[in-house]
């Protein structure tokens, strides 16, 4: 699913361009669905300054609370890059389904992915920590 245009700063799309065109990406299959869509939606993302970013947007390093509709139950990830994965931590790989479809959405937004065969529906009910709302600009 295309997400709406969002917007992203500099340093994050610099970043996740280089990643996305990139053997690690390439040896995951980086054709799939999901990387296809996030590479869409930098190529058509509104870049803004870091201190302009909204406080309620996912960034990188952002840390999410994420209400599974059809569970009633919240998981908390903050969205990194992949060698900072480690799901038993909560740390949520942007190359993931989930992580690509959350970046850039806010708070009230809802998601759906496929997992193993099944729809799963996710509301962004809180964002915990934005390293651009602390000034924290180069994560």
Known sequence: MIKEKFAVTQIDRDRL???LNSDVTFAMGG????LRNLKSQLAEAVVVQPTDVQPDIITM????????????????YTIVYPDEACIAEGKLSI?????????????GDTVSIRVAGREVRKRVEKLSFQPERVGAFHL
């Open 17 to 19: 361009e280089n990643l």
């Open 31 to 34: 054709e799939r669905t999901h």
């Open 61 to 76: 390093n952002s840390t999410v609370y994420l209400l599974d509709l059809d569970r009633g139950e919240t998981d908390i």
């Open 95 to 107: 190359l993931s389904p989930l992580g690509t479809e959350v970046f850039g959405r806010r708070v």
